[in-house]
Nanobody, 124 residues
Framework: VQLQAYGGGLVQAGASLRLSCAVS????????VAWFRQAPGKERGFVAA????????FYADSVKGRFTISRDNAKNSVWLQMNSLKPEDTAVYFC??????????????????WGHGTQVTVSS
């Protein structure tokens, strides 16, 4: 399974961006998917996740109500709609796939496959 994230860019605070993650390889529907981000000098942190069977998404408190994760198994794609962006959202964003259990769904170590990141920069 290979993942490629794209759609990042430079935007002003308050703007929106939609990140996409194209997934190649078989078995995409059998994986949970997630977005993580890493700002300079910081560890990679959880943003959002969707379990393989669907259901309610998981979000970091810092993005809840502003970001929306979605997936389309038929298109082998994952998206992250980001609204009301803030300067503190500036980071490299990564998509990931794996089979975490609910208690580990926010842990980067629970995901097997990672795409190259896409840079999101939010200016004040």
């Amino acid at each position: 399974v290979q993942l490629q994230a794209y759609g990042g860019g430079l935007v002003q605070a308050g703007a929106s961006l939609r990140l996409s993650c194209a997934v190649s390889g078989s078995g995409f529907s059998t994986y949970s998917v997630a977005w993580f981000r890493q700002a300079p000098g910081k560890e990679r942190g959880f943003v959002a996740a969707l379990k393989l069977g669907g259901g309610s998404p998981f979000y970091a408190d810092s993005v809840k109500g502003r970001f929306t994760i979605s997936r389309d198994n038929a298109k082998n794609s994952v998206w992250l709609q980001m609204n009301s962006l803030k300067p503190e959202d500036t980071a490299v964003y990564f998509c990931a796939a794996g089979r975490p259990i609910t208690s580990t769904i926010r842990a980067a170590s629970a995901y097997y496959y990672w795409g190259h990141g896409t840079q999101v920069t939010v200016s004040s």
